[in-house]
């Protein structure tokens, strides 16, 4: 440290600082200095507990962002000969701190005493860090690992796993971590127990220097171990056993315990290699997905990741998305309608998590997206959204045509209606004026005729002619009824309705009854056409397959709405069924009677179930609410 140059490589030595401890009656100290552009030396001596590491840690992040180019990697090289212990909470800041250091690149220890290498050992095993960590002997060595690692990477950013014999490549996953903690503190009180009990045992035998000796084998023999391997067996050469049985027991009690970390490893490891290929079938779906897929933390509304589809569907690049929320891609009427559901979610309302959205791409075009959300939890509130973007710009394009079709369609129909309407009266008009005139015309000259006979044959051959004119005369006006009632133009269409009543009743002998309240006069003509012909469609219906045995009619004009209820107590049928989409009973005729409906701005709604009869509401604005 107080060098002006490394002896190793004639790099030169500069800042060097020492900073002490400011804990009372602490011994613990931290050498620093920096050696050429990119190597950080260290050493630190005494016992270090967990508030002399806090200060320890301040000034380290102090000294590296004053002394160091933060746009540079830098190798940390720490001696640890003078190092007497650590208490495990400051071991925990000083590996919480390094393990993933933005700006550290790798880290080289030397001089570790036996406890340290344990610790070591265990570390690279169990793989805490997320830089290459490597163990030597002596600061020569440090320091040509540190040089081969910078040149390395001047030709190659990534430093292989390898390289030396040293090397270990530290994945960055830590999720066994807080299992192998409370493993390693139970590992390390059982040691702590033993060793204590069997050294009140050889105090009362032998004496401290004794104690001390068994100590020091007790250590040897952890640190012979081969924690980089499978198995208890220490390394060759090592003196495993004693004459005495007790301190044999302590060893394969260790022994029992290393086997128990190397079955948590061989978990670890397995564990591990299935989450890396989860973790990769689930990115090749997400990059391959047809569909944007993102997670937005709730709190700050920013998307934490997301994946290329995104950017193609929006136009925005990954910079400018990463700087933006879901929010701002949104039209106007978008952001109201996600805020309304935001907010509404937020009070615990459960809500669709399927909504349909505009955005606007960055070239200022709008597409629809539909959006499906699933939510996490922190502490029993919202933390993240999991978002599916599917662009059904196309589809909603598709829709929109076809409701025109439908909405054309509409209109044609009517338009059909209207002009069927015109033809039915145009030829009951000429049913009436033409072919019910000469008819009965022909049945007043037969009258004649009948009275200039004296009786006789003759006459009785006229008779027939004549009553088979008089049933022509009264089909036909059937028929002028049927097409076109006069009494529904002329009278309106309660008196149409009670004729109509009537001439069910007198031909299938079954009642229609009827009520009405309302001024029913005033009624355009075009409504009171479709309701005339509506009902009696339900009338006839009812009549051939409900097997009613009476119909019951109600209609009120309220001035803004009428209301039409039609009721049977037929067969019934299931309505339930008849209003799903796919539903085979509903034909033609209801399909018409609901388009003529909708038409007028009314609606319709069929009430009934197998042998419960029927119920038909109708409802029409009329007035300012009728539509045109």
């Known amino acids: 440290m107080t060098a002006e140059h490394c002896p190793v490589t004639g790099l030169p030595v500069s800042c060097a600082e020492v900073p002490v401890s400011p804990r009372a009656g602490s011994r ?102 997320d830089a290459p960590l490597y163990a030597v002997s002596d600061y020569s060595q440090a320091i040509r690992v540190a040089m081969q690692m910078m040149a390395q990477a001047s030709s190659d950013s990534a430093w292989p796993a390898g390289k030396n014999d040293f090397s270990v490549t530290i994945p960055n996953r830590f999720s066994v971590y807080a299992t192998l903690s409370d493993f390693s503190k139970a590992f390390i009180t059982g040691i702590k127990k033993q060793f204590e009990a069997y050294s009140l045992r050889l105090l009362g035998r032998f004496n ?256 027939p002619v004549k009553d088979q004119i008089q049933k022509v005369i009264r089909e036909t006006k059937r028929l002028t009824f049927d097409l076109s009632p006069p009494v529904l133009y002329d009278f309106g269409l309660q008196e149409a309705l009670e004729s109509l009543g009537e001439s069910v009743a007198a031909k299938y002998d079954i009642p229609v009854k009827t009520w009405y309240s309302g001024n029913l006069d005033k009624i355009d003509d075009e409504i009171k056409i479709v309701l005339y012909r509506i009902l009696n469609e339900l009338i006839h219906n009812s009549v051939k397959h409900a097997r009613t045995e009476e119909i019951r009619i109600s209609l009120h004009n309220s001035g803004h709405l009428i209301s039409v209820d039609v009721e049977d107590d037929g067969i019934g049928f299931d309505a339930d069924n008849l209003q799903t989409e796919t539903a085979a009973y509903e034909g033609f005729g209801i399909f018409d009677i609901r388009e003529k409906i909708q038409h007028l701005g009314g609606n319709l709604a069929i009430d009934s179930k197998p042998g419960a009869g029927t119920s038909i509401m109708i409802e029409v604005p009329v007035g300012d609410n009728l539509s045109n």
């Open 208 to 463: 401290r220097q004794l104690t001390r000796q068994y100590a020091d084998r007790l250590l040897d023999y952890i640190q012979s171990i081969d924690w980089q391997h499978d198995g208890a067996l220490p390394a060759a050469g090592s003196k495993s056993k004693s004459g005495d049985q007790s301190i044999n027991q302590v060893f394969e009690a260790i022994g029992y315990v290393k086997f128990e970390i190397d079955r948590l490893i061989k978990e670890k490891t397995a564990a591990d290699r299935e989450l890396k290929a989860s973790e990769q079938r689930y990115r090749q779906l997400v990059e391959h997905a047809r569909a944007g897929i993102m997670e937005i933390n709730l709190k700050t509304g920013k998307m934490e990741s997301f994946n290329e589809v995104l950017t193609d569907i929006t136009g925005y690049t990954r910079e400018e998305i990463i700087s933006m929320t879901i929010f701002d891609m949104m039209s106007e009427d978008s952001r109201k309608e996600y805020t309304e559901r935001y907010n509404r979610m937020l009070s615990g309302e459960s809500i669709s998590p399927d909504a349909i959205y505009q955005v606007v791409t960055k070239n200022g075009d709008l597409r629809w997206v539909l959006i499906n959300t699933s939510r996490t939890f922190l502490d029993g509130e919202p933390d993240t959204a999991n978002i599916v973007l599917s662009d059904i710009t196309e589809l909603k394009r598709i829709e929109n045509q076809f409701m025109d079709y439908q909405a054309k369609l509409k209109s044609l129909s009517i338009q059909l209606s209207k002009t069927q309407e015109k033809e039915r009266r145009m030829l009951a008009s000429r049913l009436h004026d033409s072919v019910s005139q000469e008819l009965f015309a022909a049945q007043l000259q037969l009258n004649t005729f009948e009275k200039k006979l004296a009786g006789g044959e003759p006459l009785q051959t006229v008779k």
């Open 28 to 129: 613990y100290r931290v050498e620093m200095a920096k050696l050429g552009e990119r190597i950080f030396l260290v050493k630190a001596t005494g016992y270090v507990r967990s508030a002399d590491m806090t200060v320890s840690l301040s000034l380290t992040d102090r000294f590296l962002s004053e002394n160091f180019n933060s746009e540079k990697n830098v190798i940390l090289i720490e001696d640890y000969s003078d190092m007497k212990g650590a208490e495990t909470d400051a071991r925990k800041q000083y590996v919480d701190y390094f393990k993933d250091h933005p700006q550290m690149m790798a880290g080289v220890l030397y001089n570790m005493p036996p406890l340290f290498k344990i610790s070591y050992h265990l570390a690279k095993r169990l793989q805490f860090f």
